[in-house]
């Protein structure tokens, strides 16, 4: 009856340690949109377009509709993004998506709640419509 009990006990706790560990692990706060949803939103008043990446990057092409350069290596980034106004809706994009996803994690800790990251970043556009030199 013991060796019942323990063995309920551990499988519940278990069930509860995994989905707790899954639900902290796929909860990031920002949402993750591929390209072509990136470039249908890019029209929307409230959507602010953010181009994470250095100037020697973006000088060889970048997502038409982009409205600001932030290099997020540069000192200025922290300064910049304080500038913005946390109602509207920001997508972050850069290069490979590393870089934007964590502009995006630093946008939500200062009190951003509606930004997005582009997928992928600018490796994943396919289509030479969507960029700009």
Known sequence: ???????????????????????????????????????NMSNQNNVVMIDVRTPGEVANGYLKG????????SSNFAKNIDQLDRD??????????????RAARYMLEQGFSNVINMSGGMRMVRNSDYISR
């Open 66 to 73: 982009t409205d600001h350069f932030f290099d997020i290596s």
């Open 1 to 39: 009856m013991y060796a019942i009990i323990r063995t309920t006990l551990f499988t519940i706790a278990l069930i509860a340690f995994t989905v707790s560990c899954n639900a902290q692990s796929t909860k990031s706060g920002y949402e993750d949109k591929k390209v072509e949803e990136v470039v």
């Open 88 to 101: 509207k809706t920001y997508v972050l994009i850069c290069a490979s998506g590393a870089r934007s996803q």
